[in-house]
């Protein structure tokens, strides 16, 4: 048994350069874009499904924003030939504040899409100029105008906590985004990957202690709710009713088409990835695509479902839960009656959570959870 939700995801990897601290598929080699859209149409025919009403659509990257809009137009029509979105409930698009022109913005707008996520990172143009960004925060104010006037109203910028700049820094982004009439924010902690300027810059000397990041995300957690941006996940604030749908549909185990390089998909009880890099993906045989499956056993699933779940404020409810997997939250995980005597687990009628003052150990609550179920 499963949720019944799908969503579609779809990877567009290109970027006009490459953050300091970018880990992600993305490729900044514009040559191979007809090559890579002509192949994205192709899986998303060959792996076409009509009978089950797509509930989101996310197009993320990359830089989606950059591809142009008759790239854009062509690939919702794609989309729209191959699967039922008639009753789509959330169609985002991720864009970079400098290429969010007008034209672009009215291309989404009549492409359905309601909803826009801004990889904003900071207000502070030196910051953003350090870390390799392409835009200035005045940039962001600009494109933000420009999709509120195309009628797009649901938008999201995410910051990134961590950067190589002052505390007051951070929440001076923090509260000046909060100000906007943003209905989301994303917040995520700045990760030093191996082989990207920012890690040989400070992997030996990170801009801030675990403490003092721990510090600033609770300031942070603040100040936000203070301005009517409630977290209700571990990185996520949202206006009431402007939570991603898309990405609660993961969080609470549902599933997902995924398409494009390094896109990772759950249909049925089939997880799958795709190749990694651009290169791997265009080379790949079609059928080859969605072939890295496993296949997710029932018992593997209620661990996902709590593991997910507890990331997200309200918790999970434990009724759907042995509904779902015919099991015990508390036999289930033998550590959750003591992690709720120690105050990590909170229970409110139905619903287990991460009371809210524990959120930033969260992983170490999952790892007791996941651990005493082995
Ligand atoms: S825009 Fe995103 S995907 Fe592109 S290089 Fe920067 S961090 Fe990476």
Request: hydrophobic fraction near 40%.
């Amino acid at each position: 048994m499963h949720g019944n939700k799908y969503s579609i995801y779809v990877h567009i990897p290109f970027c006009k350069a490459r953050c300091g601290y970018c880990a992600f598929c993305s490729c900044t080699d514009y040559s191979l874009a007809d090559r890579y859209f002509d192949k994205l149409f192709a899986e998303i025919e060959h792996f076409s499904d009509k009978t089950k009403p797509i509930y989101t659509v996310y197009i993320g990257g990359g830089t989606p924003s950059t591809v142009g809009t008759k790239r854009l137009d062509a690939l919702f029509g794609k989309l729209r030939e191959c699967f039922d979105l008639s009753v789509a409930e959330e169609i985002t698009v991720e864009c970079n504040p400098e290429s969010a022109d007008l034209p672009l913005l009215q291309c989404l707008a009549r492409n359905g899409v309601d909803r826009v996520s801004f990889g904003l990172q900071s207000v502070n143009n030196d910051t953003l100029r350090r870390i390799g960004r392409l835009h200035t925060f005045e940039d962001f104010l600009n494109a933000f105008d420009l999709a509120r006037n195309v009628g797009i109203k649901n938008v999201n910028a995410d910051l990134i906590l961590g950067l190589p700049e002052t505390k007051e820094d951070f929440f001076h982004s923090v509260t000046c985004l909060a100000r906007l009439p943003v209905s989301h924010v994303s917040v995520y902690a700045l990760e030093l990957h191996e082989g990207t300027p920012l890690f040989a810059q400070f992997a030996d000397k990170p801009p801030f202690t675990d403490d003092e990041q721990a510090d600033m995300y609770d300031k942070a957690v603040q100040l936000l709710a203070e301005m009517g941006l409630e977290r209700y996940e571990i990185s996520n604030f949202a206006k009431r009713g402007y939570e991603c749908k898309h990405n609660l549909n993961y969080w609470q185990e549902g599933r997902y088409f995924a398409f494009g390089a390094s896109a990772s998909g759950f249909v049925e009880n089939e997880r799958f990835t795709q190749p990694q890099s651009v290169q791997g993906y265009l080379d790949a045989s079609l059928c080859r695509l969605h072939e890295t499956t496993e296949s997710i056993s029932l018992a593997e699933e209620a661990n996902e479902f709590v593991m997910l779940g507890l990331r997200l404020a309200e918790g999970i409810s434990l009724s759907e839960f042995s509904a779902r997997y015919n099991a015990d939250f508390w036999t289930f995980f033998s550590s959750a009656r003591r992690l709720a005597e120690q105050g990590f687990l909170t229970v409110t009628g139905d619903r287990v959570a991460v009371p809210g003052d524990k959120f930033y150990v969260v992983d170490s609550v999952l790892a007791e959870l996941w651990h005493s179920n082995e």
